[in-house]
């Protein structure tokens, strides 16, 4: 068979020709299992186990013994290197504690973060008992339990936000703050919508109130002048930053506007078309493509008080602007006629 | 340190090829292996040269796989002896038995019921490592009864062979 196999030993071969080949056939297949046992082993490998094997045990004391004894038992050394080690071990002991710690304390800094998918909705618990009801494609960010170190709480609680969310903030000493890509939203007690998106490639924040009092303003540019507060008061009370300009001046607007798309439905107010597309995706997670230039369609307010469909939607939108949409691989196209 | 790495890599793979032979248990044959170097590093300071180093090792690595039988037979009788030993396989449709990975299957567990003296003669006369007059000293007995062990293991190992198929022989 194998050309390297060693015959069988001429001094183990019987005389009987017959038992000879079978011994010969034997002995090649017993080597066969040896060179595929032996080809599994690798010798640097071992090698590496090894020496990292004796360097732990090199300070076993070596003993003087014949083969045919087993291992002694290990011989503790004494004198001036075991106590550097003893203390070696315990200034390792150390510095994993305090490693551990830092470990703990790096992780307790780290926000809660809440996403959601474009399509989803979901409703966060923050740690204070105050609610956000996250629209689609929205990230919610927060301090584990609001506390800046266990067990301390933080001076305020405070939470970042891209997207939409509607906030029932619960009344307590320390401030609530929604802090956005460009803009912060500071409340006591109180509802209220924020809603970032982007409008002419700069981030814009739309906050709009429920109910209580909500400040704003920017955190781009010069954000702490006075006339870049803006102080929402009354129910319906709107107002948006777009970029680093300062906050609108409120304006009132229907609730059900911002309300609408908590009860599963769709609402919009008075935006471009592209900009309606894009909050038609984030609140059904199917792809939008527009293809007719921009600036020949025209704004448009939408309201759906609850659930609806997005073809609805878009039936509706393709009679308003006279377009018409169809079936894309991902999603939906409008088209001109 | 780098004789002794030399040594290792010299004699380490015909050391794990015998206990191989002695052990079923591959992963058992790695660890008797590096446990009879580890050992030899502890009396490295007595080491002469590779040739006299060769029979010393595997002497070592046969305490060891003695002690391992000696430990897993204690551990076997102290169970219930439920199991009888295992009964032959029965002889398999004529294609199969053909087979040479099949036979190759078949030896290696006929090998495992050999006695242990049989299957340790077998073993180091095979890989060639060891002398004759070597392993006789190794096993302390003398040549040719080293050579009866092996022809009486070659000889159970063909009867098998004969009753597993008998036509496989020619």
Request: hydrophobic content about 35%.
């Amino acid at each position: 068979m194998d050309h390297d196999t060693p015959p069988l030993p001429s001094d183990l071969r019987p005389p009987d020709a017959d038992a000879a080949r079978t011994y010969e056939r034997i002995w090649t297949a017993l080597h066969r299992t040896d060179d595929a046992r032996a080809s599994s082993y690798d010798v640097d490998a071992e090698w590496t186990q090894l020496a990292d094997r004796l360097n732990l045990e090199e300070d076993d004391s070596p003993t003087p013994e014949g083969p045919t004894t087993d291992r002694p038992p290990r011989q503790p050394k004494r004198g001036a290197a075991s106590r550097v080690r003893r203390h070696t071990s315990t200034l390792t002991a150390a510095v994993l504690v305090v490693c551990a710690l830092a470990i703990g304390a790096w992780w307790w800094q780290q926000p809660v973060s809440v996403t959601t998918a474009a399509g989803q909705q979901t409703t966060v618990t923050l740690p204070d008992g105050s609610t956000a009801e996250l629209n689609g494609a929205t990230t919610l960010a927060y301090g584990r339990g609001f506390q800046s170190l266990p067990f301390v709480p933080a001076s305020q609680r405070r939470v970042r936000l891209d997207g939409e969310a509607f906030f029932a903030v619960e009344s307590r000493d320390r401030p609530f703050r929604v802090v956005t890509p460009n803009a912060r939203v500071e409340v006591l007690g109180t509802e209220f919508d924020v809603r970032t998106h982007a409008a002419a490639d700069a981030p814009a924040t739309t906050v709009t109130l429920k109910s209580g009092h909500v400040r704003l303003r920017s955190t781009s540019g010069a954000g702490t002048a006075p006339t870049t507060v803006v102080t929402l008061s009354e129910a319906g009370h709107t107002s948006r930053v777009v970029g680093t300009q300062a906050p609108t001046s409120p304006q009132t607007i229907d609730l059900k506007y911002v309300q609408a798309w908590r009860d599963g439905g769709f609402a919009i107010q008075n935006a471009a078309l592209p900009t309606v597309l894009r909050e038609l995706e984030r609140r059904f997670g199917t792809p939008l493509a527009l293809n007719v230039p921009a600036s020949s369609t025209d704004p448009m307010t939408l309201h759906y008080a609850a659930d609806v469909r997005l073809k609805d939607v878009l039936r509706d939108i393709c009679v308003i602007q006279g377009l018409s949409f169809r079936e894309t691989s991902r999603g939906y196209e409008l088209v001109r006629d | 340190m780098d004789a002794f790495e030399a040594i290792f890599r010299r004699l380490s793979e015909p050391v794990f090829r015998y206990v191989c032979g002695m052990v079923s248990d591959e992963s058992l044959a790695h660890d008797l292996t590096q446990d009879t170097f580890a050992k030899l590093w502890t009396v490295r300071d007595r080491m002469a040269s590779v040739d006299s180093l060769r029979g010393y090792v595997f002497r070592m690595a046969r305490n060891r796989v003695y002690n391992q039988h000696r430990n897993a037979r204690t551990r076997r009788e102290n169970r219930a002896q439920l199991h009888e030993n295992t009964p032959d396989a029965s002889p398999p449709a004529p294609d199969e038995a053909l087979d040479a990975d099949l036979l190759q299957d078949r030896l290696q567990q006929w090998i495992q019921d050999l006695p242990p003296r049989q299957r340790e003669a077998l073993t180091l006369r095979r890989q060639q490592e060891l002398s004759h007059d070597a392993i006789a000293d190794l096993m302390d007995i003398s040549p040719s009864t080293v050579n009866n062990h092996i022809t009486r293991a070659l000889k159970s190992l063909r009867e098998r062979l004969d009753k597993y198929h008998p036509n496989l022989r020619s």
